[in-house]
């Protein structure tokens, strides 16, 4: 089947439209995305604003119109902390549902954590034994780690990229001192859940998803997307530490000129590096190998594996 899916995340909204089979492997056939920064569409009590939704909703017509065009037999449609958080989510997704007749399921964090670890196991397989995810997104951080494909341990905090940039990062470059106060902070946030990480025992391997944490390993000299999925991409926290200094002293726009980093995401790299590099230090994690899937692939294998269930 040919099955469209529309991720509506703080940073991006994504439409990718895939040929997926139970038991094979979803091949892409289309992508179209926008960085809306839903994120940053809000009003004083955070809910989003009326600008925000028209975006969202437009962008969907387009994404509707893209699936057809491309044949798409069904389309699944889900979005993240951005929706999730505001106080008027609700009010936001009825109007998308009343105005394109798409309906956004709302993700918890959990349920984010537990897709993106399921796209991990299914890409790397048993042999990588006991796994431990890392996946910094704008609104947030998953962690998750299990030696199933449901994993023993599935978190979510409120460390996104975009959400401590927003909130505590914004100086261009920011002032030595307001990195020093996020680092402390992001350090105590993960400190908070260590316990409960370490209780699913010790990972045989350590991996990292998104698009902030493939973008540091590109700067770090990982290969870049022309290569192809199946190239060795790690990010090593030697490099992760080198690259807080770095892009501590950069513009937002000199970081966009560094290989994979794009204008709009150019003002969040750094905070990606300060959580990549407290996770890793309190986590024990050497180096991240890093996985091409994550939470859309992660949908697309659930529904995968409820038309074979039924």
């Not at 001192?177 to 350590?206: C, H, T, Y």
């Not at 590109?218 to 870049?224: F, H, K, T």
């Amino acid at each position: 089947m040919r099955l469209g899916v529309i991720d509506v995340g703080s940073n991006t909204v994504h439409l990718l439209v895939v040929d997926a089979h139970v038991g094979a492997h979803p091949l892409p056939a289309s992508s179209h995305k926008i960085e809306l920064r839903l994120a940053e569409y809000v009003d004083a009590d955070g809910s989003i604003a009326r600008s925000g939704a028209d975006a969202l909703v437009e962008f969907t017509r387009e994404c509707l119109t893209i699936a057809e065009d491309q044949q798409a037999d069904d389309l699944l449609a889900f979005a993240t902390s951005a929706i999730r958080e505001a106080p008027n989510g609700e009010a936001v997704l009825a109007r998308v549902r009343a105005e394109t007749g798409v309906e956004l399921q709302v993700l918890s964090g959990e349920d984010e954590s537990k897709l993106t670890f399921l796209a991990v196991r299914r890409w790397f397989g048993w042999s990588s034994g006991r796994l431990l995810v890392m996946d910094i997104g704008g609104g947030s951080l998953e962690l998750a780690a299990g030696i199933d494909e449901v994993p023993d341990v599935a978190l979510s905090l409120p460390l996104g990229a975009g959400r401590l940039t927003r909130s505590a990062l914004p100086g261009d470059p920011p002032k030595p001192a307001q990195i020093k106060s996020v680092r402390k902070q992001v350090r105590a946030e993960v400190a908070w859940v260590l316990g409960a990480v370490n209780q699913a025992g010790m990972p045989d391997r350590f991996v990292g998803t998104s698009k902030t944490l493939r973008s540091l390993a590109r700067i770090a000299g990982a290969a870049g997307s022309t290569v192809g999925p199946y190239a060795v991409r790690t990010l090593t926290r030697k490099n992760v530490s080198v690259l807080v200094s770095r892009l501590g002293e950069m513009t937002a726009a000199e970081r966009s000129q560094l290989p994979a980093v794009s204008v709009g995401r150019a003002p969040q790299m750094l905070a990606g590096a300060i959580i990549a590099e407290a996770a890793m230090d309190l986590l024990g994690i050497e180096r991240l190998d890093i996985c091409p899937w994550a939470l859309r692939e992660g949908v697309i294998l659930r529904r995968l594996d409820w038309i074979s269930a039924g």
